[in-house]
Nanobody, 123 residues
Framework: QVQLAESGGGRVQAGNSLTLSCIITGRTDDISAMGWFRQAPGKEREFVAR???????YVADSVKDRFTISRDNAKNTMYLQMNNLQPEDTAIYYCGAKRGISSSIAPENYSYWGQGTQVTVSS
């Protein structure tokens, strides 16, 4: 079994930054990728960024100029550095982990999820 736990959310004003963390524990040897998704009220869960077990990174076009995904394997932790936050970034941010070679931008392909961390950006 795999467990994920996010942290680092909060309330900030537009233009500020936050860094989210996601710690992964448990049986991780068959995890092929980890990703960040977000879900705003009344909207579907949206892909933000992912990093594969070989280090390949993909970030959604909508945030690629402001968000950076990274990981520290020694700490079993994935990060999402978010700069120049805007009100439209307000959402619950989830980290997920998946197995296999299915699309890593589709949330339905992720087997494990954290509990989410709230990010609220005020104008």
């Amino acid at each position: 079994q795999v467990q994920l736990a996010e942290s680092g959310g909060g309330r900030v004003q537009a233009g500020n930054s936050l860094t989210l963390s996601c710690i992964i524990t448990g049986r991780t040897d068959d995890i092929s990728a980890m990703g960040w998704f977000r879900q705003a009220p009344g909207k579907e869960r949206e892909f933000v960024a992912r990093i594969t077990n070989s280090g390949h990174i993909y970030v959604a076009d909508s945030v690629k100029d402001r968000f950076t995904i990274s990981r520290d394997n020694a700490k079993n932790t994935m990060y999402l550095q978010m700069n120049n936050l805007q009100p439209e970034d307000t959402a619950i941010y989830y980290c997920g982990a998946k197995r296999g070679i299915s699309s890593s931008i589709a949330p339905e392909n992720y087997s494990y999820w954290g509990q989410g961390t709230q990010v609220t950006v005020s104008s």
